[in-house]
């Protein structure tokens, strides 16, 4: 079973890298099995049980750390990986999945993770033009 994770700042266009490798043959995840929780939304039950800020509000570098999940937390992973494991190649995109790649990594050491990047003034490009005032 091999997975590729896509994590990128929101304003980063990583969803276009997820698109781009869906259309190469990377199978979509599907939801885990018994909480039918898709990747992402274990990243943000993720964040919010463990405090940390969701990455479209940080506001400074320092808050971009690893979360070490508790252990009451794994089961959450391993139902995901179950319900994927007949898939030869599957992955997702997420942008909370930067504060997860150690976690994600334990879960599955042969997991690869695409980290997106953008210039920073493309990213604040962006960003103004999602907050601007659509009326002419």
């Known amino acids: 079973m091999n997975k590729i994770i896509v994590v990128g700042h929101p304003q980063s266009g990583f969803e276009g890298v997820e698109k781009l490798l ?62 994927n494991m007949e898939q030869p190649l599957w992955g997702w995109a997420d942008a909370q999945a930067v504060y997860l790649l150690d976690y994600w990594k334990s879960q599955d050491p042969r997991a690869v993770f695409v980290l997106v990047f953008d210039e920073p003034q493309s990213v604040f490009t962006r960003q103004t033009l999602e907050q601007a005032d659509p009326s002419p």
Do not use: N, Y
Request: with cysteine; glycine share 8%; proline share 6%.
């Open 22 to 83: 869906l259309d190469c043959g990377m199978a979509a995840a599907k939801p885990s099995r018994r909480e039918g929780f898709l990747p992402a939304q274990i990243s943000e039950t993720l964040v919010k049980v463990h405090g940390a800020v969701p990455v479209q509000h940080v506001s400074d570098a320092g808050q971009l750390t690893q979360i070490e999940v508790a252990p009451v937390w794994q089961g959450l992973a391993l139902d995901l990986m179950l319900a």
